[in-house]
């Protein structure tokens, strides 16, 4: 380890860049936890045909190895204040949820 004096005023902050990676799968056909958290956080809109589509929500959890087509299926939390269920949570496929800003 190196020890660099640096005067403060001549400090930057910088970003690291956010470098896309295939989704690697374990041995046991699993997604990884490294892959579950990267997708903890990430606002979504639900694309699928229902009651729900055009709702905002936010990623809570990576439900790996389901039994469906597209495996991963993901428990969101929507952002809308309903008045009946405030900022539901459902559980939908992966298929079903795009990214949204």
């Known amino acids: 380890m190196q020890l660099l004096e640096v ?4 400090l930057r902050i910088a ?3 956010y ?3 295939p989704h690697p ?3 046991t056909g699993c997604f990884s936890k490294v892959i579950q958290a ?4 990430v606002f979504v809109t639900i694309v699928k045909a229902g009651p729900h589509k055009g709702y905002k929500a936010v990623i809570k959890n990576v439900l790996p190895g389901q039994m469906t ?3 991963p299926r ?3 939390q929507f952002l809308h204040l309903g008045p009946s269920s405030p900022f539901k949570v459902v559980i939908v496929d992966y298929d079903d949820v795009v990214e949204s800003m």
């Open 15 to 17: 970003i690291a860049p």
């Open 19 to 21: 470098l896309p990676t």
């Open 74 to 76: 993901l428990e969101i």
């Open 25 to 27: 799968k374990s041995s």
């Open 69 to 71: 087509s597209s495996k």
């Open 38 to 41: 990267s997708w903890l956080g």
């Open 7 to 10: 005067h403060v005023n001549l």
